[in-house]
Nanobody
Framework: VQLQASGGGLVQAGGSLRLSCVVS????????MGWFRQAPGKEREYVGQ?????????HYADSVKGRFTISRDNAKNTVYLQMNNLKPEDTAVYLC?????????????????WGPGTQVTVSS
């Protein structure tokens, strides 16, 4: 399983970015997908996740709720993270992740496969 995130960059506070994560090596539609982030000197932080279901139910960390939206396009094996109203504290490397277990969704679930991440920098 390989994950490749892209779309990061430098943006001013209040701006928007959309990250993409392409997954290869498995049946993408069968798996929940997650987004995480890690700022320098800090632990990795959960951002949100989206179910394998075609309805694409999503859940978000309180810190991003109402500003970030996760979606998926199963035909393109891609999960997206739309980030609006960005703040300097959103600056981090953003990583997409996938579990080993298919047809499974739970809050706090573990993830087994990780992409290399994409840098997001928000200037004030």
């Amino acid at each position: 399983v390989q994950l490749q995130a892209s779309g990061g960059g430098l943006v001013q506070a209040g701006g928007s970015l959309r990250l993409s994560c392409v997954v290869s090596g498995r049946t993408f539609s069968s798996y929940t997908m997650g987004w995480f982030r890690q700022a320098p000197g800090k632990e990795r932080e959960y951002v949100g996740q989206i179910t394998y279901s075609s309805r694409g139910y999503s859940h978000y960390a309180d810190s991003v709720k109402g500003r970030f939206t996760i979606s998926r396009d199963n035909a393109k094996n891609t999960v997206y993270l739309q980030m609006n109203n960005l703040k300097p504290e959103d600056t981090a490397v953003y990583l997409c992740a996938a579990p080993a277990r298919s047809y499974y969704y739970a809050q706090g679930m573990s993830y087994d496969y990780w992409g290399p991440g994409t840098q997001v920098t928000v200037s004030s």
